[in-house]
């Protein structure tokens, strides 16, 4: 449920943190000859379209939804990638969520992942091609809206119209709205304009993740956060269908994409969501709540915030995509709840992978930074997440009735390759079930 962190990591910074000004200055040289001893970066889709991506806020409160939409684009040489990771403040989230220190881990942030873009074209025209299905993306706990771009961006470039959600629940590391500004903030406003808003009556308001209180019982926060999660997901899915009506779009934040494009473009019987970790149960349910939703996939699901009485109202198919290394029999266990005889349900386990071979990280550390950060698994993070993106097409082309190729993949929904395992390798006992 983690982009970053783990034991280890938190470890090592409260190594550096408590050490000598010698010992920060190793540090910090011993994470950069770990992490320039290699070209990486985050993997290009690898289908016939260009992808473009842009943001979307609608409107500027925090009720407002606000995502990243990933699209097929037409070829321009004017569009540039964005930053992968949007400004500093998502540096800071990071840095609480994981209980380190702001000033040190910027440092190491920046210099580790600063400098890497999006593997996609901001704000460039879209693509008309027809009616393209589509699909809402929820991130992880302590994630936020671009950390699984390369999933994303596959998924676009392979047709898909794509809105990566960024939650409001406090569960984001990191997230922002705007509000009204004072008297005295519209006066500094006239000499400086700094707000990413074309209102210059707003001002940002960050909003950064909130941490299990000492005493709380964790499963009622848990529980109303992944309610909040899906009905984010609903309506950032019935925004796009206004777009999808040719309805006025007025979007908060400054971007050059023109919506107008988007008119008449959705397939809106063919619309799928997808999340990893506590966007797996988000997924979950998104499917109770919205039936327009066909079909759902999981990646790595973190079942615990869920409710029992939801299992048996879920009637889409879902397909479960689980590491090998992160599952355990109780989370399994209510996974195999939702089994049923008459909806496909399908789980498949890729051998060698942890909990973060799914977010974008996976790609973006040596191997030794990689391992100690549990960001990389023994398997190339390359390969496992083509496997992840073509089990997932083959699975959509199935449910939601699309005319592609992606049944060519279709073994690999049953774990018929050499580095997955069909259904999970946890060991289930009968107390369990």
């Not at 609480?96 to 942030?109: A, P």
């Not at 500094?188 to 000492?214: C, G, I, P």
């Amino acid at each position: 449920m983690f982009p970053l962190g783990g034991v280890a990591v938190k470890r090592f910074y409260e190594w550096v943190r408590t050490g000598t000004e010698q010992r920060k200055r190793h540090s910090l040289w011993l994470f950069a000859m770990g992490h320039s001893c290699s070209n990486f970066g985050i993997p290009a889709g690898k289908g016939p379209n260009p992808v473009g991506c842009t943001d979307f806020m609608m409107d500027h409160t925090i009720k407002g939804s606000f995502f990243r939409l990933y699209y097929p684009c037409q070829e321009t040489e004017k569009a540039e990638k964005p930053d992968w990771v949007p400004c500093k403040e998502y540096f800071n989230g990071l840095a609480d969520f994981m209980k380190i220190n702001r000033s040190l881990s910027e440092h190491i942030f920046k210099y580790l992942f600063g400098s890497y873009k999006i593997p996609a074209f901001l704000d460039a025209p879209y693509k008309p091609d027809g009616k393209r299905p589509v699909i809402i993306f929820s991130h992880g706990l302590g994630a936020f809206r671009t950390l699984y771009s390369a999933i994303c961006a596959e998924l676009a470039s392979q047709g898909f119209i794509v809105a990566s959600v960024e939650h409001r629940d406090q569960s984001a590391s990191a997230t922002y709205f705007f509000r009204e500004k004072t008297e005295s903030e519209k006066a500094k406003e006239k000499s400086s304009k700094t707000s990413a808003s074309t209102d210059n009556t707003l001002v940002e308001e960050w909003m950064y993740y909130r941490a299990l209180q000492h005493g709380e019982r964790e499963f009622p926060l848990r529980n109303s956060q992944v309610k909040l999660r899906a009905d984010e997901c609903i309506q950032a899915l019935n925004k796009l269908f206004e777009v999808n009506s040719g309805a006025a779009v007025q979007n908060t934040l400054k971007t050059e994409f023109d919506w107008t494009t988007l008119e008449d473009s959705m397939d809106l019987c063919r619309i799928a969501v997808m999340g990893h970790s506590f966007g797996g149960a988000t997924v979950i349910e998104s499917l109770c709540k919205e039936v327009k939703f066909k079909c759902g996939i999981a990646l790595d699901a973190w079942m615990f915030p869920l409710d029992d009485e939801i299992f048996p109202r879920v009637k889409q198919p879902i397909f479960f995509i689980n590491s090998e290394k992160f599952q355990w029999a109780g989370n399994i266990s209510r996974m195999k709840k939702l089994d049923s005889t008459v909806i496909q349900r399908k789980m498949i386990t890729i051998r060698g992978t942890v909990h973060q071979s799914f977010p974008d990280f996976t790609f973006l550390t040596g191997n030794w930074i990689g391992k100690l950060m549990k960001l990389k698994g023994e398997i190339d993070p390359e390969l496992a997440i083509d496997l992840c993106n073509k089990a997932t097409l083959a699975f959509l082309q199935r449910h939601l009735g699309l005319e592609k190729n992606f049944n060519q993949w279709d073994p690999l929904i049953e774990g018929e390759d050499d580095n997955l395992i069909k259904g999970t390798n946890v060991v289930l006992l009968q107390s369990s079930i």
